[in-house]
C-alpha cells in the first residue's frame, strides 16, 4: 500500500471516507482516517503483531488517547482497515444475487474477480500475523459474528444458483463448488503476487495483467476444461 495520496486499488487518498465522496475530514473524522491509513501502512510493512497501538498512534500523528476515542482495541482496528481500506470484496459479491438475470454472468464474475485478487493481495500482510496468534485470532472470530470470509463464497454461490434457476448457468453445475474454485483462483493469484513481490519468474503469474487473469479463469470456469464429447 502507498504511503501517501492514493491507496492502491482503492483510489481513494489519505483523509477521505468512502461514504463522504471527496470532501476533505476534519477533526474526530480526520483523526480516525488517520489512524486507518497508518495502520494499514504499518500492517503492511511490520506486520499486525508489530503494529501495536503506540506505534500506529504515533505513524498516525496523534496520541494513543485519541486513538482510543474512535477505537476499542487494536482487533478493531484491524477489522476497520480490512472493512474499510481494503477493496470491498464482500459489498461486490453481497449485491450479486438481486442482479441476477441482467447483464452477462461472465461479465459480472469477472468483476467479482477483478476485485478480490487486490483484496486478497492487500490482506495478506494483515492475516499473517492474525493467523500466527490463535488468541488473536479467536478474538477477531468473535467480532465478526457471521461477518466470516466464508460469505464471499456464500454469496457468490447464491447467485450462481439464481441464474441456475433463469437457465443462464448450466443446471449440472454445483453452484458452491464453482463459486470456491472462482475464490480459491483468486486467493492463489493474489498469494503468488504478495509472494514473489515483483520479482516473480515469468511462469509464474499467467496470464500476467489482472483483466486477462480475469478474462481466462471465467472462461474456464463457465466453459470448463472437459474437451466435447470426452
Known sequence: MTTEGKREGTGEGVGE???????PLTGGALTRARVLDAAARLIGTVGLVRATTKEIAREAGCSEAALYKH????????????????????????ELPARAGEGAVREHLEAVVEVAV?????????????LASPELLAAHRRKLDDAGPHQVSSHLADYLRAEQRLGRVAAGIDPDAAAVLLVGACFHRAFLEVFYAGEAPAEALRPAGLAEFADATVRALLDGVGAPGA
Do not use: C, T, W
Not at 17 to 23: M, P
Open 17 to 23: 471516507d468512502r461514504n463522504a465522496g471527496h470532501r
Open 71 to 94: 477505537f476499542r482495541d487494536k482487533e478493531e482496528i484491524f477489522v476497520r482497515v480490512l472493512r474499510e481500506r481494503a477493496p470491498r470484496l464482500a459489498d461486490a459479491v453481497a
Open 118 to 130: 487486490p483484496f486478497y493481495r492487500q490482506s495478506f500482510p494483515m492475516a499473517g500475523g492474525l
